[in-house]
């Protein structure tokens, strides 16, 4: 019966997207790349890594994964495009320091593991390890809560997106 009245009750046109990486929660506008802190792919925030690993944010299925497995995309089963995008310029590493766990067309569940990274080397070698976390079909959404930042770990609510 419980479950009947949860689903009576539950906001259909809501959607909860918790945090894929542990780290300190801070607005995507301090993102120094404009393509982030311009929130030219979408709306979302930024976490400052604490540990080398990103999880999937909500159930869905991984749409995109970068071959330098340094960023990864999933739609969600509710219907919004999530990009985790590890570090700056990155890319560059071509790979070094990375390792996926995940391939495009896989289903994922909220907290699976999805990409593993280390930050000391990644830092060693000169790159910034703030990680953008972006609603890709942000135009959708008439309102995206964001978490207010500070210390976040993963899995907690990272934002509420509602149609």
Do not use: W
């Not at 300190?24 to 393509?35: F, G, M």
């Not at 495009?104 to 703030?130: P, Q």
């Amino acid at each position: 019966m419980f479950q009947t009245l949860k689903k009576i009750f539950a906001n259909p046109k809501q959607e909860k997207i918790c945090d894929p990486v542990e780290g300190e929660a801070v607005p995507i506008t301090d993102v120094s790349d404009p393509t982030f802190g311009e929130e030219i792919l979408g709306k979302g925030i930024a976490i400052k890594p604490l540990k080398g690993r990103v999880v999937a944010p909500a159930d869905g299925t991984v749409t995109v994964l970068i071959e330098s497995s340094h960023a990864v995309s999933l739609l969600t089963d509710k219907g919004a495009e999530i990009l985790v995008h590890v570090g700056l310029d990155t890319i560059q590493l071509e790979g070094q320091f990375f390792t996926a766990h995940v391939k495009v067309g896989d289903r994922v569940k909220r907290g699976d593991l999805l990409l593993e990274f280390d930050l000391d080397a990644i830092r060693k070698a000169g790159y910034d390890t703030i990680t953008p976390v972006v609603v890709l079909n942000s135009n959708e959404y008439a309102s995206i809560e964001l978490f207010h930042g500070g210390p976040i770990k993963e899995l907690d609510l990272l934002m509420r997106l509602m149609k």
